[in-house]
Structure formats: C-alpha cells, structure tokens
C-alpha cells in the first residue's frame, strides 16, 4: 500500500500512529467542545442568576461564594482524582456520559430548591458529576490528535467555558427574565441529559497513546512489558515533577482571580452599575463570548508554534497575558458605567485566559498516555481548589466585610482587592519559565 493511501485509512482510525486527524476526530472534538459547554453553562448560571436567586431565596454576598465557590469545588476537585484513575483502567468515554448526565440532572435539582440547604446539596451535586467531565475530555483529545496539533485542538476545546458562559448570560438572563431563574436550570440539565445519550452512542473510545508510538507499531519480541502506571506512582511523578507542581499553583493563582470575577461580574454589573438582565443577556454575554473565546483560541494556537523554539513559552504566554490584562481590569472595577466597564472588561476577558491551553498542553505532552486524565485531574485539583474553591469564597465574604463602610458599592471595594493577584500570578509564572529552562538543561546533560 502506498505511502499516500496509508495516510487517508490511518486518518480515519483513532489512534493510528502518525495519522493526521480524520473526520471522526474532529466531530469527537465538537462534541466534547459542547458537552464542556453545558458543564461551564451549568457551573454559571448561580453567577448569572444570583440577583433573582438573593431576591426569592434571601441569601448574602458570602453564601453565594460558597455555593460558587467552596461547596462546589470540593467535591468536583477531590473526587476528580478517583475518577481520573478509573477513567485512566476503564472506558474514558462512558465515564464521561455518565458524569455528563450526573451533574444536568443535579443542575435541574437547582432549579427545584426552595431554600438555601437544598440549593447548596444540589449545587455539590453538580461538582460530583462535573469531576467526571474534563480530565477524561483532555485524554480523548489527545488520543485523537498528534503531537504538534494538540495545543491548537485542546484551545478549540476550551472554547467550551467562554460559549457556556455566553450562553449561560444569554440564555439564563433570558429566561429568568421571561418566566423565571427556575426554568433556566430545569431546561439547562434537561438538555445535559440528552447530550449525555448521545456521547455514550455515538463517541467511541480511541487507542490510549496510539498516536504517541512510533513508526514501529510492532516492538520486539524480546522486548520488557511496560507496567500500568499505578494511582500514587502517578501522584508521586506529578508532584515531585517541579515543572508540573509549578504550573498548577500558577494557574491555580490565576483561577483565583477569573473565578472570582466570573461567579460576582454579573451580580456587580447589575447591583452596582445598574444593568438589567436584559442588558446583562445581550452586551455581557458578547464580552464573554468574543473576549474569552479569542483569549482562548490565540493562546492554543500560538503555545503550538512558540514552544517549538522553547518550552519556557508555556509560561512566558500566560505571565504576558496577565501583565496586559491587570491594568484594564482595574479601568473596569473603577469604570462609572456599566457601558465603559464593558468596553474595559474585553481584554481581560481574554488575556485572563492565556494560561489554561498551555497549561493543558504542557501536562499531556509530558505524561505518559496512560497517566493522562489522572495528571489532567490532578492540575484540576490544584489549580481549582485554589481559584474556584477559595476565589468567590473570597470575594463574596469581602464584599460583606466592606458593606458596613461601603454599602452602595462593596462589590467594587472587593474586587479592587483582587489586583495584587495579579502580581502574585505574574510573578509565580516567570519563576516557573526558569523553572523549565533549568529542567531542559539537566535534561540536556543527561
């Protein structure tokens, strides 16, 4: 067979060595992008929605960062672990529709709550089923697209937060102004749930780390086994790889800052400079949509061609996004319209974003094939215990601090305090860039 048929077959076959992808790669990636929608979607809509939610059900600043924040994160972090190792030994795909149709249908269960207890055990279910999302999406990817192509394709499929955000604020501002914050929820995990069908019948399960051997398929005969990595050999390298451990904690820092700013724009945006859900469902939900959407797509494609000439750009790339993003996120908290404050908001929106492809990039070109989504889980423990479990914790309980001195503006007095973040996340991922250039050195000698 030629060399130019081979090509053609072996592109359609998920996990073929070498192979360019095929179609079935990338409507595999539409997919996962959608069902990564749907979960950012459903993780939003108590942000979106928390002006009628603190209307009806009467909650603070500081539970509202809870629900958004700790409750949820502590078990979509924790259990991610254990799911990531199941999914690692077992289908990637059936963990991820059964995760999938888990956390729509505690997402409906939001939408039943009458009271801020059966609220927050709905929303913990959310982030019990939403563990099950992400990690195994990221090990699918990269069984379906090569080396070289893998920052590109896991940016189109972080497109899925900046979409279901969008969505979210137009979709869920819609109907709540139309009917009411209920039936937002109610048909969100409606929704999940067929989607959750769907991947289970229609996604199917590529070779692990097929697309990472090389040419020769077929190794010697005399050639060792290699063992099945184990959940705490996989622990053990992840953090004891200083590379690794330094990016989760960078990106970790910078999620305290984005997680912050998405669970309380909405709320400070509507409270504190007067927009209406009407408003929030057109001019918001553009801002998210455009801002991180390009965020996300231009740090994918340009992590593929810049870490050709140096790994340190997986660092490098996020601290120079931030450095830009700083200075107009505090034009925006300042901003004396809602209108002004949008136009400041686009650039953070994106820049805010640079980290997260070429932190994901980094994790599954360094990790074997078979430790992938425990890995991948594991930069989710770390950088979403620190920004999604303690940044609308944070600012939620800032928020109520400042309300006594500041009543008619303590959201803004809050997030003020989010711009020291932003040095702190700079400066943790400029020591990471000489973190991976002393690495490749040893590497080099070795």
Known sequence: MSTEVAGSVDATLPGAPMARPGARAWFVLAVLCFVYVLNFLDRQLLSILAKPIQDELGVTDGQLGLLGGFYFALFYCVLAIP???????????????????????????????????????????????????????????????????????????????????????AFGASIAAAYSWRDAFIWVGVVGVVTAVFVWLFVREPKK????????????????????????????????????????????????????????????????????????????????????????????????????????????????????????????????????????????????????????????????PDQRVLSGALLLLVMNLIGLGLGPTYLGAASDFFRASYPDNSLQMALYTLIPFYGLAIAMFVGLAGTIRRQAAKEALA
């Not at 207890?117 to 379906?144: K, N, T, W």
Request: charged share 10%; with cysteine.
């Open 209 to 368: 780390g097929g697309l990472d051997q090389k040419l020769e398929t077929h190794p010697p005969a005399d050639a060792a086994p290699i063992p099945r990595a184990g959940f705490w050999s996989t622990c053990r390298t992840y953090f004891a790889n200083p590379v690794l451990r330094g990016m989760a904690l960078a990106c970790g820092a910078t999620q305290f800052i984005t997680y912050a700013l998405l669970n309380f724009a909405t709320l400070f945006l509507m409270r504190e400079k007067g927009m209406t859900l009407q408003e929030v469902a057109l001019w918001y939900a553009l801002v998210v949509g455009i801002g991180v959407s390009a965020g996300m797509f231009a740090s994918g494609w340009l992590i593929d061609r810049l870490s050709r000439r140096s790994k340190t750009a997986y660092a490098w790339l996020p601290a120079i996004g931030l450095a830009l993003a700083a200075p107009f996120f505090a034009a925006f908290v300042w901003a004396p319209s809602w209108q002004l404050g949008l136009i400041f908001l686009i650039l953070p929106m994106g820049l805010n974003y640079f980290y997260l492809s070429p932190a994901i990039t980094m994790v599954q070109e360094e990790v074997r």
């Open 83 to 169: 799911v990531g190792w199941l999914a690692d030994r077992t289908n990637r795909v059936r963990v991820l529709a059964f995760s999938c149709a888990l956390w729509s249908a505690a997402t409906a269960a939001c939408g039943l709550s009458t009271n801020y207890g059966q609220l927050a055990v709905s929303r913990m279910a959310v982030g019990v089923g939403e563990a099950g999302g992400v990690p195994p999406s990221y090990a699918i990817i990269s069984d379906y697209f090569p080396s070289g192509m893998r920052g590109t394709a896991l940016s189109l499929f972080n497109l899925g937060p900046p979409i279901g955000s969008a969505l979210g604020v």
